[in-house]
């Protein structure tokens, strides 16, 4: 199994450096790494982001989680 602490630092991490990147490349690199992250703390048997009785997220750390509209 792994560490949740781990994969919740790792997603904020990248998604930091997406935000602080100005090529373009680099941005969609990061953003993709944060969705993987974000994948990987979604389906891991801890519920971390529980969800809520409309089927959103208690937490969501949109764009990256599940679903949220990006600004």
Do not use: W
Request: with cysteine; aromatic share 8%.
């Amino acid at each position: 199994m792994e560490d949740l602490n781990y994969l919740l630092k790792r997603e904020q991490e990248e998604i930091m450096r997406a935000k602080a990147s100005i090529c373009f490349a680099a941005r969609a690199a990061h953003e993709g790494l944060a969705q993987g992250y974000a994948k990987r703390i979604r389906d891991h048997r801890l519920p971390y982001r529980s969800r809520v009785t409309d089927g959103r997220s208690a937490f969501d750390p949109a764009p990256y989680g599940g679903g949220g509209t990006r600004s």
